[in-house]
Each structure stands twice: as C-alpha cells, then as structure tokens.
RNA sequence: GCCGAAGUAGCUCAAUUGGCAGAGCAUCGCAUUCGUAAUGCGAGGGUUAAGGGUUCAAGUCCCUUCUUCGGCUCCA
C-alpha cells in the first residue's frame, strides 16, 4: 500500500500508512501531547482524533490551548447531557444540542416539564455515564435507513431530511445512544473533566414561535475545575452589577406595579444622570447643526397610517383609543412628527441638510416576557433625530453622526462595541415595504459610508426596520448579552410616503433622503449601560453625588455648611451628612453609595480651611484646601474624565 | 405572547407533616461627640402580590389574575 505524507503546523512532513489517525501522531510526537489532545484539523476540517486520515494532508492537533477545542469539547458534553437524559426519559425526543458562547444546551421534548431537581439527577447521571469512559464513535448511515431507524425521534427525522447526504454520519455513546451529528467529538468521556447543568428554559424549535415549543437544558464545561468555578464566580460578579439590583440599592429608578410593566419611574439620583446625558447630548448635537424641535405624544391613527406603521408595525404598538370621532395612538417612532416639520414650509437646496432633532418619548408595546429593567421598557426616551438632505449628501451626513456617535462614546467611557448591518429578510418579505430598488440602494450607500470609514461589521439579515437598512451599533451588557444602542437608518421611503420636496438648483422639484439616527440610544437604555459599565461606580461629571462633607462631630457642622455651599456655589453635586455618628459608618456608607469623594472635617481641618479627601478608590489622600479641592473636581467634571 | 421558576416588614431572607408570622439591616426615639468601611439601648413596622376555593385551621394545598427572574420570540 502507498504510504500517505503528513505535514505538521511546523512544516516538517512524515510518511504514514493510509488510515493512520490524529491520535497516532500525537503519540509519536510526544506522550504529553496524546495526552492534552482533544481534537484535530486535517487539511483544516475538524476531525476527531480517532479518524482515520486516508490521503497526504496537512495536520493539526488542537489542544485546551486551542479555542475549538473548548467548543468541541462542549458539544461532547452536550452528547452527554443528552444521553444522560435518554437513560433517565426514555420518551424524551432530542433536538439539537450546540456548543455557544459561554457552554452549551440540548432541545428537549417531553411531556412534563424537567424540574431543577430532575436537573440535579441529570448531572449526576452525567458523572456516572462519565466515569464509564465511553468513546464517541463516528459510524456512518445511508439516508433512508437513518429515517427508518431515528422512527419517531421526530426532530432528527427533520433535520436528517433537510440536512444530511446520501450517507452521514453519526455518534454513539455507548451501545444505546446514537446522535445524527456531524461532530467532531473529544476521544471519549473521560476527557470530560467539568461542567455544570445551568437552567432550564423554553425554546421553539428551530427558533419559530410557531412551531412546538421544546425544554432546553443549558450547561457550561471546561477543561479544569478550576476553569468552572472561576467561570461560575464571574458570573456571580456579574450578577453584583446588575443594573436593576444597582438601580435599587443606589436608588436610581423603580418599578411599580401599579404604574404598569415597562414603565419605570426615575428616582431622584437616576433622573440626575438622565438629565446629564440629556444636556450632553443636546450641546453636542447643537454644536453638530441640529435643531431642537418638541413634538406630541399622541397622533391619530391616520398618521400611521400614512406613514406606514400602521401596516408594519402596529404589533408593538399600544391599541388606539376611541374618541368621538377618531383614534388616537400613543407614538412607537416620532419619524411623522419631524416629516411634518419637514413639510411645515417650503425648502431650497440651500437649507439642506435640515437635521430636526428631539428627545422624543414613545410608547411601545414590547411583549411581557420581553421586559427587563431599564433597558427594555414600554415608554422610552430616544436621543432621536431625522436629517433630510439631498441623495447627494448622504454619505457625509452619514460620516457626521459617526463622529458623533464616536465622541459620544469617548465621553461616556465607552470601548467595546461592534458594528452591525441589518438587512431585510429576503424569506420574509412582507414584514417590510415592498420596493425592491429602494432596499438595494439603500444597502450599497450603507456599504459605502461604511467602506469609506474602513469600519468591521457583520452583516444581519432580517434585522431591518421595515421602511429600510440600517447600521446599528450594539454593546454588551454585563451578563454578555448584545443590545442595538446607536443605530442610523437610511431612508427612502417615508419621504415618497409623505411626497417630501426641496427646490433644486434648477428650480425644479426633488426628493430629500431620510436619516434616522440615535446617538446615545434611548434614555432607559443607556443608563442601564452606564450602571453596569461602571459597576455604579460612576465617573466624576455623571455621578448623582460627587462629593460628600462628613463631620467627625457636631462641633464642624457649622464648617461643614460652609464647605458645602461653596461646593455647590462652585456647580459640584455635593451633600453634608449631618447625622451624630462616627465619621467610620458615614465613610462605610458613602463608600457603598460609591461616591467619588467623602471629605473628612475635623478640627484640624476646620482651623486651617481645609478638608481630608477621601477618594472612593484610593482611599485618604490627605489634607486640602477647599479651594484646591474645588479646583481639581471641576477640572474633572469639565474635563469628563472616565478613569480614576 | 410562550416554557419554567418565584413573590413573606422599606431591603435581604427564615417559618417542621397545614397549627400563635420571625431575624438582621433600614426607620423612629434616647444616649453617645468619636479621625477614614457598621456605637449602644429601646420602640414602631405585615390583609404573607391581588382575588377566589378546600379545611376546624392556609404564608404553606387548589384555581384565576398581576408582577419579577431565566430563556425563546421580538427590539432602542
């Protein structure tokens, strides 16, 4: 038989026999690589280490060290979740069992719901299937005999017909378990050194809300237990910096029951914040040739009627109501409002762009299940503005809130942030206005301005507004999941809805195109995001304290008002705490407040006009005159400073 | 909206097989005047989310609704 040849990630090359496998090479090369083996790349496919290769090929073995290794290795605990549950249900049906970004998960059906006790069980019947060091087999079926075997395993049964060849291939575990997969898997379970069963949640097949709805099991596995419960510790982190938990331990907003779901209401502290991203945004839109307009909460139907919505979107709207002789709707979008600003008088090419800007407040009717916090909410406040310029100015306009959105995220400490494109679905074509010319020529002048900016993005079907693409920039929040913060839309039709004009050059009649935009998202949203960022430890110039005077004892209280209002006369955010205890509970709970500055008085600093600033980072920085103190705060303040 | 879990004092949480609703912190009062993360003593505080049912008896069991949490779907 000829030899096959076998080339390393070094380039050194060795003859082989055909149907050597991974495995055997890393044993040649070294014991303690077989050892930390997990999977393998042949000519770049992923293979298992105990595939057989046939012909001359590139080789690659992936170890912990490898991040496709910890992926494979989840989806093998994900094979092994699924056989445990199989030994402990057997009328339980699978689905589909992924690795994803922080572990993995198994579909489920079954009649009865899993409980967080059956979870219980099910890990320890993952440990005991464990330690039977089963391998993962890859065996191959033929098409039709694969249907007739996987019976009523209905789920395989769909995606064997949708998705497999004429022959595919298979896992086992064990004499009973088989899994339609296309692997590759770890060697077999002893490799399995640690996971956890998570949750339990519900999940529609094939992410359809119309189809049957299936019990998912979500895990996580590492390599080390060391690896978990560091794993499981950030996450308990992470729960610490929860903006709702932060929202009410800083008594920055609240939700009431009676007030309704989704309808925050902003304590005093949280309103301090909004109010700041209110003022800062409006100056620098000013400074950005933005006009300010105010516009109506409520409209009638007709509105949206013309514009589109009614047709659209009116699913996350709240149901009209019934006056005498018209319906009225709660705006979802202040889009029409600033249209008819627009078309409030006669434009010339020499007043565009118009850029018509608002803090607009709307109303949507998000789903129950879907609301969360501050940041999904039924009544929000948008950074919103519409720009109407001449086709010919678009990708400068463009380029213009870009610059804002960058300063903008400079200012508010924010770093990590990715770009997305989204895109009509082209499967599901009447969930937006159907004009096929006007999407395509608004995705190439999106590509374009984005090409110009030499900007990263992934494209995203099916994420479109309905009126057209858009750019949306999303930020993780500290659990990891992704949100759209700023987003801007090119539009070319709701100025063809509502006949939008402007006298041209040549004295003739055209049409404006439509930018939507919102810079710092909504209100609600953003500050959740602050809240978390910073842990609720906010930077000097967003903070709703920035400093607190704390008397040793009554006898600086007088000096304490004084100090205090030449704080606040010098524009700081400050408070005096007044109370008759030891200056050690007012540090313990200003510190827990996370004020940035706690200014210690005693007598000494009385005497000499002083105050000992304690920083809620650094701790005592030591004595200062109060006019030093005042100096240096203002300088960060004006200068928004993020770190500390 | 759907699947699952939960809702007890302002907050965090107890309350045995159905058998007198409790603690810590917070609040209020009094004392204390203290130098960089919790001073002491005392007092008040509840229609156990709301409504209905079973029972001699319900925080506990059953039903409906609301809200919250984890997901799915959806989105700024």
Redesign the pocket.
Known sequence: MDSIEITLPDGSRQPAAPGTRPIDIARQISPRLADAAVVAKVDGEMYDLTRPIEKSAQLQILTPRDPEALQVYRHSTAHLLAAAVLELYPETKLGIGPAIESGFYYDFDRAT?F??EDLEKIENKMWEIQKRHLPYERVYTRKEEGLRKYGDAWMKCELIRDRAGEVFSEYTLGPHFIDFCRGPHVPDTSKIKAFKLL??????WR???HNK?L??I?GTAFFTQKELEDYLKRLEEAKRR?H?RLG?ELELFT?N?TV???LPLWLPKGATIRRLLEEYILERERAAGYQHVYTPDLAKVELYQRSGHWEHYKD?MFPPMDLETEQMVLRPMNCPHHILIYESKQRSYRDLPVRIAELGTMY?Y????????L????C?T?NDAHIFCAPEQVKEEFIGVMKLVEQAYKDLGITQYSYRLSLRDPADKQKYVDNDAMWALGERVLREALDALELKYVAAP??A?FYGPKL?IQLADV?G???????IQVDFHLPNQFGLKYVGADGKDHQPVMIHR?VI??M??MTSYLIELYGGAFPVWLAPVQAIVLP????QMEYGRKVLADLQAAGVRAELDER??????K??EA??QKIPY?L?V????QQNGQV?V?N?KH??QG?QAVADFIAEIRGLIDSKTVSE
Request: proline letters at 2%.
């Open positions: 719901p409980t967080p949750s339990i949640a519900g999940a529609y992410g359809d809300e709805q019990q998912r979500y929860d709702r009410k939700v029951e309704g779901a989704g996350s949507r998000e789903r129950s299940g879907a609301l969360s916090g940041s999904r909410v039924r929000m948008l099916g994420e507004a949306d659990m999941h992704e949100e759209t913060y700023s987003t919102g998202s909504t609600e949203r040793i004892t009554d006898r008759s205890e030891k200056v050690n509970l540090i313990r510190q827990l706690m210690v005693g007598d000494r600093e000992a304690r809620r701790g005592d004595a």
